[in-house]
T-cell receptor, first 112, second 115 residues
């Protein structure tokens, strides 16, 4: 059974800092890994999707890496802004039904 | 392109009552998912449809939860009777197809409170 762990559970940083969110998973037989953002009371917004054959993906100030063999991914956010404050969720896709298994998320607060 | 629509956004009911949620996926998306997200947890898949057929309902509490997707478009999720532990956000998502390259797009969710 796939298990996804995200560390830290919560993170508070001053504006302008670069930061890293971590995600680990127990079964390396995955098709892809997605990072999502969730604002309070809202649904999930997909940030980045990394295929199992890829090592990283970049979008603006976000960079996600994937090391499938070790079961780890990181989300790097450069020059953080207060608008980046949200919960960040990692999810891995695997199994015959391409099922997403989510971590519990990291609650990020960027202070002005 | 319109996103995934869900209604209602909020619902408060007493335990043992019934409730239904509605989802309209992105046009042309064949796969539809219902997730349950309990406070402080990541979403958990309840049921997955491919067109109007069920692909995975292994984590759906079938004694009280049911779902259907008529004509392979809209879907409804029903809980009858509700329990206190059903209090959660119910998220609907859709994707173009099942596959390694398909992103799932999520609706805003329905927040259910069972008193």
């Amino acid at each position: 059974k796939q298990e996804v762990t995200q560390i830290p559970a919560a993170l508070s940083v001053p504006e302008g800092e670069n930061l890293v969110l971590n995600c680990s998973f127990t079964d390396s037989a995955i098709y892809n890994l997605q990072w999502f953002r969730q604002d309070p009371g809202k649904g999930l917004t997909s940030l980045l999707l990394i295929q199992s054959s890829q090592r990283e993906q970049t979008s603006g100030r976000l960079n996600a890496s994937l090391d499938k063999s070790s079961g780890r991914s990181t989300l790097y956010i450069a020059a953080s802004q207060p608008g980046d404050s949200a919960t960040y969720l990692c999810a891995v896709c695997g199994g015959s039904n391409y099922k997403l298994t989510f971590g519990k998320g990291t609650l990020l607060t960027v202070n002005p | 392109e319109a996103g995934v629509a869900q209604s209602p956004r909020y619902k408060i009911i007493e335990k043992r009552q019934s409730v239904a949620f509605w989802c309209n996926p992105i046009s042309g998306h064949a796969t539809l998912y219902w997730y349950q997200q309990i406070l402080g947890q990541g979403p958990k898949l309840l049921i997955q449809f491919q067109n109007n057929g069920v692909v995975d309902d292994s984590q759906l509490p079938k004694d009280r939860f049911s779902a259907e997707r008529l004509k392979g478009v809209d879907s409804t999720l029903k809980i009858q009777p509700a329990k206190l532990e059903d209090s959660a956000v119910y998220l609907c998502a859709s994707s173009y197809n099942r596959g390694t390259r398909d992103e799932q797009f999520f609706g805003p969710g329905t927040r259910l409170t069972v008193l």
